[in-house]
């Protein structure tokens, strides 16, 4: 059983820098994609950075140039480096994983991923 924790979520004005974390447990697959999520209140959930196994990354186009996904595999950890943040990236962002392969035309579907975290809170103020 895969358990994903998301932490690093906060309030923060516009202009500034977050970095999620995600700690994956019962997560031995040599094939997999991790991906961020977001969703905003009303709004539908949103794919907004992915990775595989091999490193290769997508993002959506709104975040390109200010957010970076990483993980370490060391560590088991996920992250979501966000800078020069916008009142519009405010949202509860989701950390999620499957356990196969994704290519990159669905790494930012969530109906591909199997595994969800909690969710943390971010919000950017004007």
């Known amino acids: 059983q895969v358990l994903l924790v998301e932490s690093g979520g906060g309030s923060v004005q516009a202009g500034g820098s977050l970095r999620l974390s995600c700690e994956a447990s019962?997560?031995?697959?040599?094939?997999?994609?991790m991906g961020w999520f977001r969703q905003a209140p009303g709004k539908q959930r949103e794919g907004v950075a992915a990775?595989?196994?091999?490193?290769?990354?997508s993002y959506t186009d709104s975040v390109k140039g200010r957010f970076t996904i990483s993980k370490d595999n060391a560590k088991n950890i996920l992250y979501l480096q966000m800078n020069s943040l916008k009142p519009e990236d405010t949202a509860m962002y989701y950390c999620?994983?499957?356990?196969?392969?994704?290519?990159?035309?669905?790494?930012?579907?969530?109906?591909?991923?199997?595994?969800w975290g909690q969710g943390t809170q971010v919000t950017v103020s004007s």
């Open positions: 019962g997560y031995t697959y040599s094939s997999y994609c």
């Open positions: 990775i595989d196994n091999d490193d290769r990354t």
């Open positions: 999620a994983a499957r356990t196969e392969y994704c290519s990159r035309f669905v790494r930012l579907l969530s109906s591909v991923y199997n595994y």
